[in-house]
């Protein structure tokens, strides 16, 4: 089990369901879904360059990583209805 905790993939659907459960249960205006999805893709991108020069950054590339699941999931519901 602890193995399965540490493999990545696993946050990254763990995020991407419970984006899915807030989109389902709580309203978000679309071009808002839409401005934070635009925005944490190029956070992303930006921390994914930085992890890749400085190893200090892996951490926050993680974050990042996880919020843009999330957000993934709630405008999957969001655009979806």
């Given at each position: 089990m602890k193995?399965?905790?540490?493999?990545?993939?696993?946050?990254?659907?763990?995020?991407l369901i419970i984006g899915i459960i807030s989109g389902y249960y709580f309203f978000f205006h679309?071009?808002?879904?839409?401005?934070?999805?635009?925005?944490?893709?190029?956070?992303?991108?930006?921390?994914?360059?930085?992890?890749?020069r400085h190893s200090k950054y892996n951490i926050y590339f993680g974050f990042g990583l996880i919020i843009l699941s999330f957000i993934i999931g709630i405008s999957t519901i969001t655009f979806n209805n």
């Open positions: 193995r399965t905790l540490q493999f990545v993939p696993t946050y990254i659907t763990v995020f679309p071009i808002l879904i839409f401005v934070f999805l635009v925005v944490a893709v190029i956070a992303l991108l930006i921390l994914y360059f930085r992890a890749s």
